[in-house]
């Protein structure tokens, strides 16, 4: 294990010295942010945005006044997304173990104050590995929000990064990260490919083992926000993958008591009042579930506490309780939650 954490940090702080440096397009966004994204973007220092490495799109809504924790934040990129929209009172823990990103994150945050028109800084970094959280002496169940962007497939232990993950998150909390997923399992001799891994690829988890070890850490029931298939076009690299095919995926996994393993139906609805910044005609639970303004909906009981139990509460309308109990919810997705029929592959940008 110490030996690829070792591999990571020399391939982020030495090999790569911006994102064009990349071989494949596995930690590149391939989304266009919505305009309020891309509004903050616009306040980021470009050294901090030219040592991005992300394949996805970690900021979901409702943030205002959040503490949250980014799990291998880099050069600090979206944490300073983050900062401006959780706002002054919020606040933002990035944690990284590449001294030359951390490097790059802490030079500006002074800049980044100014820019934000804050008092203060409502952002730090702290060194340290996401599979020893417990080194940082964080406190238990104190963060409303963990985000991670294409890193947790760099973890060699992904179980106890998701377990820590599930402790250090309040009751209603949610984990929403973005991260790289294969069709299958990948075999030892590509995952000991210290280029492979660096780039995303081999350390990628099978999206069923995914899904398993997320459900046996207490994420009962974790939802697809995004999805898209990561085209790989250096030949050499592509040659070594062989058939696999890979996807970059944005999950959303929640600390609910109650929530059960499959979706039931227990004849409940809601609906989406409005008022949730950035969402003025409809909000998207997941890939599955859309929700358009004052329209009433049928939904299961897994995701009626995911908007009840939830900092979402207030902008919803709640019907129905939890006396009986009607089978089998009808309409939450299939068994496969990504495919590349139903996805568009994307470039980097």
């Keep these: 294990m110490k030996e690829k954490h070792e591999e990571v940090q020399e391939y982020y702080g030495k090999a790569l010295s911006t994102s064009e440096d990349l071989k494949t397009n596995a930690c590149c966004t391939f989304e266009i942010p919505p305009k309020y994204i891309r509004e903050a973007l616009k306040n ?194 592509q040659e070594k993958c062989g058939n696999i095919q890979f996807f970059s995926v944005t999950y959303r996994l929640f600390k609910i008591d109650g929530l059960e393993d499959e979706c039931e139906d227990y004849g409940q609805a809601v609906a989406y009042k409005g008022g949730i910044p950035n969402n003025a005609t409809s909000f998207d639970l997941d890939d599955h579930h859309h929700f358009p303004i004052n329209k009433v909906m049928t939904v299961c009981g897994n995701s009626y506490k995911m908007l009840h139990d939830t900092r979402f509460k207030e902008y919803f309308e709640f019907y129905g309780t939890w006396d009986t109990h009607y089978g089998v919810f009808e309409g939450c997705g299939g068994a496969m939650p990504f495919n590349s029929e139903d996805a568009e592959a994307g470039s980097c940008c």
């Design 44 to 237: 980021i220092h470009d050294e901090v945005m030219s040592k991005y490495y992300g394949c996805g799109l970690a900021i979901p809504a409702k943030l205002e006044g959040l503490r949250v924790l980014d799990l291998g934040s880099g050069s600090g990129r979206d944490c300073y997304i983050l900062s401006q929209l959780v706002g002054q009172k919020g606040t933002v823990v990035g944690v990284d173990m590449t001294d030359e990103q951390l490097d790059v994150a802490n030079k500006h945050i002074d800049y980044h104050t100014e820019k934000f028109g804050y008092e203060y800084s409502n952002v730090k970094f702290l060194k340290g590995n996401m599979e020893k959280l417990e080194e940082l002496n964080l406190e238990p169940a104190s963060f409303d929000l963990i985000i991670s962007n294409c890193v947790i497939n760099l973890a060699t232990d992904k179980e106890k990064v998701l377990r820590d993950a599930f402790n250090l998150l309040k009751p209603g909390g949610e984990m929403y990260f973005s991260d790289v997923y294969s069709d299958r399992r990948i075999s030892k001799e590509l995952q000991d490919d210290p280029v492979l891994w660096g780039e995303c690829l081999s350390g990628a988890l099978y999206w069923n083992d995914f899904l398993r070890t997320a459900k046996t850490v207490g994420f009962t029931d974790p939802r697809s926000v995004k999805n898209n298939p990561i085209t790989i076009e250096n030949e050499e690299v």
